[in-house]
């Protein structure tokens, strides 16, 4: 994800469509990603304005800023579909769970989802999509470089945005 990233609105449009992404899947089927780190998020440029999404019925769109993101590895996701619950039991895995943290903060975020889920990776617990919004986040800035006046003109960019309900 890093190196398909030119500028913050690519980024600001990365975050956002992975948000609704999430958001839609966490929805419909109570989807939670549980490895969410940039290397699962796939970036492709495009020549689309914007995207859209429904969500509890209500219609929402963005700005793409050139790029698509698509969200791969489902390997440690869980979801409820039909009643049926589909997860990958954790609770035995040591080697994921103890791995350094200052090695990536990606490491740290499994040991806070186990905790969330008191080791029980049968629960729908959404909030661990948010620990990974949260690492994602981190890492757009922290770990992508910016042009210093572009970031100024951003801020300015969203001062004008409003509060649309409809607009994401």
């Known amino acids: 994800m890093k190196k398909k990233l030119n500028t913050i609105f690519q980024s600001l449009s990365a975050l ?13 089927l109570m989807f939670e990603h549980r490895d969410l780190h940039w290397g699962n998020i796939l970036v492709q440029k495009i020549e689309t304005k914007s995207f859209s999404f429904t969500l509890n019925g209500a219609d929402y769109s963005s700005e793409t800023s050139g790029i ?3 969200i791969i590895d489902f390997t440690l996701s869980r979801m409820t579909k039909g009643g049926i619950s589909l997860y990958q039991e954790l609770s ?17 975020i499994y040991r806070m989802m ?40 951003t801020v300015s960019r969203f001062k004008q945005c409003g509060n649309s309900r409809k607009q994401f």
């Open 92 to 108: 035995n895995d040591e080697e994921l769970f103890n791995a350094d943290s200052s090695m990536d903060y990606q490491f740290e």
């Open 16 to 28: 956002k469509q992975t948000i609704s992404g999430l958001a839609v899947a966490e929805h419909t």
């Open 68 to 70: 698509s993101t698509r």
């Open 114 to 153: 186990r905790d969330e889920l008191g080791n029980d990776w049968s629960l729908f617990q959404p909030r661990t999509n948010v620990l990974w919004i949260h690492y994602l986040i981190d890492k757009l800035i922290n770990q992508v470089h910016y042009n210093r006046s572009e970031a100024k003109s």
